[in-house]
């Protein structure tokens, strides 16, 4: 099959924070981009990580150097590409007389963090004696606490927003963005890729397209994608499951976020300012089943309240002040013996050239290290085919929220008539892209509010839904939105969006109960 008479030049599946990096990139360069995801954008392991944009400094005990310095880089350009959602964040580690990692020990791995921060602008760590620590966090358990050490990373309060602002900025850039398609089959022919099949969306048949190159970008479902292969392929894929609970402000909640090690296990684990919330996690447990079935079971959630308590405690948080909790599962590679610690985070870009040449598998990968990852799955795309391309741009473009930002801010608190509350709410998650929200306020949204803190406007849901490739309620909710993550998951506004999703999207009566009855199962399953 020549590049012109194929449909496209690239297709790609999975749209997770890696598929949507990669089709952002690939569509920069010119190439023809079709993304196909079976559900929403975001809803699969991106959405249920710990949402920090880190060096990884817990792989400094693993000597995975390389991949702490690229780590570390990608944090330095996110801060600016995607300014209005990776913020700077302070975290302290406190160090015990009982801890396995000894005062110098954790000295050490600082030094190191900061050497290879070195040119990326973020504070030196610090350590701090027994008292300076207490007196900036009195909350934290007094017995046996030596000091501890305080250090600079980075947040991605809504990971999910990440990937929209990816595949808006693909398809701005020309590529064909499909949610709610699966793939459902990929055709090998003369032992190069050639085609693949997926159901759309719209007519609900199954299609078929052509490219030289299908990059295989579905997370943990990397191996059940390439069990569609009309021919025996390998499987990679070994994920470990994790889980998170977040709770409100508790008793002796901490004001900066708190990296600690586990009593039972040694595990490090977090306890975050989130979402004006704490989220608590994570665990880390081989896992073979479904990916879209994972759930956080009682043991971890016993685990996490019980160490949560143990370090803080007065908090004495049990499962009712959970306001959810959920799992998801590490697309690792396969390594059944040894610690799930010590599988390596590094991402694997396997170019299937005996079996299927043209067909690219991500194995594994970090939120933080995506955009440098997608960089190298296009080239390796453009290594696999004869396709001619421009330069990645994606170094140096800003995402679409992250351009003119300041501007965007001055502009919104000078002219738009929202309150205050609702300028910074809106900014956080849409960035510069909030001004196109506030000219959606037509008549008949102006002034008109969803909850009663007036921080979310009704012209938002107009909004998403008329640009932002939502479909059902959830996705406007959770993936949009993001009210879907506030303490009560945004159900005390779901009827009122439903109604207005209702009118823009075309749902009738019925189609509209189908909705909410959808929205509340799901926010079922994140019930503790
Ligand atoms: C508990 C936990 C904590 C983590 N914490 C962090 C952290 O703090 N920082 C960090 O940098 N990283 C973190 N990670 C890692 C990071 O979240 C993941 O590596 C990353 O999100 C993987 O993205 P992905 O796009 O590869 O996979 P996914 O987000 O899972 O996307 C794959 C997509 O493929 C789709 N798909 C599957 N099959 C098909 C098909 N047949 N057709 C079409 N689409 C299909 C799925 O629906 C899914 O949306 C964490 C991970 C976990 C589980």
Known sequence: MSQQSADYDIVVIG??????????????????????????????????????IHGGLRYLEYAEIPLVFESLHERRRLRHLAAHLVTGLRLNIPIYEDSRRSKSVIRLGMIAYDLLSIGKKTPRHEMLSRDELLREEPGLRREGLLGGARYYDAQVTFAERLVVENVLSARDAGADVRN??????????????????????????????????????????????????NREMPQFMGGTKGSHIVVGKFEGAPHAAFYIEAHEDGRPFFVIPWNRQYLIGTTDIRYDGDPAEVTASEDELDYLLNETNRVFPSAHLSKSDIHFAYAGVRPLPRRDKGPESAITRKHIIFRHKKDAKGLISIIGGKLTTYRNLAEQAVDAALKSSAIDAKDCETRTLPLPGAAQLDAAGEKLRSASGLTPACIERVLGIYGSRAVELVDTASEEFANVYLDTNRTVPAAEV??????????????????????????????????????????????????????????????DRFKA
């Not at 509209?512 to 009855?517: A, S, T």
Request: charged share 25%; proline share 2%.
């Open 180 to 229: 709610y398609s699966p793939v459902i089959g990929i055709n090998v022919r003369k032992r190069a890729v050639h085609s693949l099949q997926f159901i759309d969306r719209e007519s609900g048949e199954e299609t078929e397209v052509s490219a030289p190159v299908i990059i295989n970008a579905a997370g943990p479902w990397v191996d059940k994608v390439l069990t569609t292969v």
């Open 15 to 52: 749209g997770g924070i890696n598929g949507a990096g990669i089709a952002r990139d690939a569509a920069l360069r010119g190439l023809r981009i079709l993304l196909l995801e079976k559900n929403d954008f975001g809803s699969g392991t991106t959405a249920w990580s710990s949402r920090l």
């Open 462 to 523: 107009a909004f998403v839904v008329r640009n932002e490739l939502a479909v059902t309620l959830i996705d406007i909710m959770h993936r949009r939105m993001m009210v879907g993550l506030d303490a009560d998951q945004g159900l005390s506004m779901a009827d009122k969006i439903a109604s207005i999703a209702a009118r823009e999207a075309g749902w009738d009566k019925s189609a509209r109960e189908r909705q909410l009855k959808a929205l509340h199962a799901y926010s």
